[in-house]
């Protein structure tokens, strides 16, 4: 079936070192949605990305959609404490008249003080 | 303005008994989905509803599991009879257009002994 796939599945860091977590789907995605989730909560949305080659960013967040539409890539510059949590993406594959979300597995982001 | 609202927190069950997950989506979104989280799947999508009508629910286990959305306000997840593997943290999210921006509750965990 549709998959989405994150890699790597943990990381840790040293806090200030930056960090990035990359998504890879075997189809095209109508988008790309990014979810953070801290220990003991729940995913809340951070961004999505629509177009072929789309870059955004938020501070020290920087979101990136591959020109094919397949991949993602979420990069954290300088890691700070409050960066604990695991990230999600979430691709949206067109299915008949729904685009239906699929999440990967996830990233957990542990920094070490 | 309330987020998703979702209950109970956290349940404690013995396998075989019947187990009724509630959820009130953000007023105004159109709609909800049912997801279940465990470290070894990850966020799997079990069932989402447009305008209180189901949409897709090939993500649903089996047939001890069913949803149902009576009203734009209140979702129920039922399982009968609940089997240790249904432990998990079960989350409610809601959307005002589709599968668009997800705002999920704060989850309700389940343990089945």
């Known amino acids: 079936g549709q998959q989405v796939m994150q890699i790597p599945q943990y990381q840790h860091v040293q806090e200030g070192e930056d960090f990035t977590t990359y998504c890879n789907s075997s189809?095209?995605?109508?988008?790309i949605q990014w979810y953070k989730q801290r220990p003991g909560g729940h995913p809340v949305f951070l961004i999505q990305?629509?177009?072929?080659?789309e870059v955004k960013k938020q501070k020290r967040l920087t979101f990136q959609f591959g020109e094919a539409k397949k991949n993602s890539s979420l990069h954290i510059t300088a890691t700070q404490t409050t960066d604990v949590g695991t990230y999600f993406c979430?691709?949206?594959?067109?299915?008949?008249?729904?685009?239906?979300?699929?999440f990967g597995k996830g990233t957990r982001l542990h920094i070490l003080p | 303005d309330a987020g998703v609202i979702q209950s109970p927190r956290h349940e404690v069950t013995e396998m075989g008994q019947e187990v009724t997950l509630r959820c009130k989506p953000i007023?105004?979104?159109?709609?909800l989905f049912w997801y279940r989280q465990t470290m070894m799947r990850g966020l799997e999508l079990l069932i989402y509803?447009?305008?209180?009508?189901?949409?897709?629910d090939s993500g649903m286990p089996e047939d001890r599991f069913s949803a149902k959305m009576p009203n734009a306000s209140f979702s129920t997840l039922k399982i009968q009879p609940s089997e240790p593997r249904d432990s998990a943290v079960y989350f409610c999210?809601?959307?005002?257009?589709?599968?668009?921006?997800?705002?999920f509750g704060e989850g309700s965990r389940l343990t089945v002994l």
């Open positions: 999210a809601s959307s005002d257009q589709g599968f668009g921006e997800l705002f």
């Open positions: 189809t095209t995605l109508s988008n």
């Open positions: 990305l629509v177009k072929s080659g």
């Open positions: 979430a691709g949206s594959h067109p299915m008949n008249r729904d685009d239906k979300i699929i």
């Open positions: 007023s105004g979104h159109n709609s």
């Open positions: 509803f447009n305008n209180n009508v189901p949409i897709d």
